[in-house]
């Protein structure tokens, strides 16, 4: 019978206290021991390692990564080691799953997907880094900075041993307030500037710099230095597909389309399937005009499973524009649609369908609208609009709410709710900027709804009158807030910037 094996959690830290327990619990029913590497605390990091159960160890920080992570593995007894930062997550796994992976025997290492929130954290970055490896001496960290152990592993079996394992890493100290909190950008830059006095022809060097100064805002400078590594790179390392995805990103921030489009050409040619080049090569096409083209891109990434740097669902409204600006209306409708579907408080979409109908180029109609989007139990939507000042807009969603009620069965009761809340609404707002007889309108119309409601709560279900009469209102109500009470949409070449 095989031996169990076993995992050491291992990470280095300084100053953690408010992530280092979030760290290890995301880890701790997997793993058999807990190293913590203190590189020179003044908080509570080491005391709250060693209550959740870790191994605390010191180490003087040296201004090298790879050095304290090295003597992090050294402390380790496990047959494997799970390498986390301190400001690290691990995706909720099963312990049957996790152990699975270590009883592969051609296996040495494992890439685990590392998702990186940026700034605010509505914007994040995807990596593929080794992180869970055998407990060998041979198996070292190298680099000062962005350490790899990846490096050592392959040059010990000939370029083989490792793999993708489907493990998540959700890392939290690129979001503004980390960076700012830890200084860690200058402290980054400082530590690759004395490594690149050096080794100034090191590519890895050079595009962790390129990383650094992106995060600074300097992107001009960053591609002059992924352009470097890029002339030195072999084409063998690990971290190719990261160069050119960055060199793409920061032509794309700089608005540089035809150098964008004339190198993503070259990068496809050897990388047909990098979904990210898919992206950044339809967002160049799209903004130079070539609409069908950036259409064709985003539909090869939607077919790929979406994209990490951009959320599905603004895909989808690029898409959607992409078609619109090309005149394919039916394909726009279908792309708007499905990105409501992704998330109904993406509400550009939605107000792009209705410049369609404004245009008279829909192919579907008002009536269609609630079969293919729900809007009936998200309230704060159009609350929100209501306080943005959004008034039409918010009408609008409510009507649309209403409708999708009033064409089922069983919503009696919030039939009613939304009718009240459509004329509370209309009796506390301001006459719109429109025309005084369609606002005096509409506040009839709002009545007479609200009745319509009111009957059908109260089961009075002898005929289907009531229920046809409250839908047909609430279209005719919906055609004259788009026609009459709100701006012209159309397709506004959507600011879509792609965080490095």
């Known amino acids: 019978m095989n031996r169990k094996k076993t995992a050491s959690l291992c990470l280095i830290a300084k100053n953690e206290e408010e992530h280092i327990l979030s760290c290890l619990n995301s880890a701790k029913q997997l793993i058999d021991e807990i190293i913590v590497v203190d590189t020179g605390s003044e908080d509570q990091t080491a005391p709250l390692a060693r209550e959740a159960g870790a191994k605390v160890f010191h180490f003087p920080w040296t201004g090298d990564f790879s050095q304290a992570k090295n003597f992090a593995l050294e402390q380790a007894a496990s047959d494997w080691i799970l390498f986390l930062d301190a400001d690290e997550v691990l995706d909720p796994v099963s312990r049957e799953n996790f152990e699975q992976l270590l009883y592969r025997s051609d296996i040495e290492g494992y890439f685990l997907t590392i998702i990186s929130y940026l700034g605010n954290g509505h914007e994040v970055i995807s990596d593929r880094v080794v992180r869970l490896f055998r407990n060998k001496p041979i198996y070292r960290f190298q680099g000062a900075i962005h350490e790899q152990v990846a490096q050592s592993i392959m040059q010990a079996n000939d370029g083989r041993g490792l793999t993708d394992a489907p493990l998540v890493i959700r890392h939290y100290g690129y979001l503004a307030s980390e960076s700012r909190k830890k200084n860690k950008t200058k402290r980054n830059t400082l530590i690759i500037e004395r490594e690149l006095k050096q080794n100034p022809r090191d590519p890895f060097l050079l595009y962790c710099l390129a990383v650094e100064l992106y995060q600074q805002g300097d992107v001009q400078e960053g591609l002059n230095c992924l352009e470097k590594a890029l002339h030195h790179l072999r084409g063998t390392e690990g971290y190719v597909e990261d160069v050119i995805h960055q060199m793409a990103v920061g032509l794309l921030h700089l608005r540089y389309w035809g150098q964008l489009i004339s190198f993503i050409n070259k990068a496809l040619s050897a990388l047909p399937q990098q979904t990210e080049l898919l992206l950044i090569r339809g967002l160049g096409f799209y903004h130079t005009g070539h609409y069908l083209a950036a259409a064709q891109d985003l539909e090869k990434v939607l077919q790929q499973g979406g994209s990490a740097s951009l959320p599905l669902y603004h895909v989808l409204g690029v898409l959607g524009d992409a078609y619109n600006l090309a005149g394919h209306y039916a394909k726009a409708e279908k792309a708007y649609f499905s990105a409501l579907g992704q998330s109904t408080r993406f509400l550009y979409p939605f107000t792009q369908l209705l410049g369609l109908v404004q245009g008279g180029r829909n192919t579907v109609s008002l009536a269609q609208f609630s079969r293919l989007i729900s809007f009936k139990d998200n309230k704060f939507v159009w609350q929100e609009l209501i306080k943005a000042g959004e008034i039409p807009l918010a009408l609008i969603i409510i009507l649309f709410a209403i409708h999708e009620v009033a064409s089922g069965s069983g919503y009696e009761d919030i039939l009613v709710q939304l009718s009240q809340e459509l004329t509370s ?45 409250l839908l047909g209102l609430v279209e005719k109500t919906i055609l004259l807030l788009v026609t009459e009470f709100c701006p012209r949409w159309s397709p506004q070449l959507l600011g879509v910037e792609l965080k490095e």
């Open 425 to 469: 609404i209309l009796a506390r707002v301001e006459p719109l900027p429109a025309r005084k007889e369609s606002f005096e309108y509409l506040s009839v119309v709002a009545v007479e709804m609200d009745a319509y409601a009111a009957t059908l709560a109260k089961g009075y279900h002898l005929e289907p009158l009531p229920a046809k009469k």
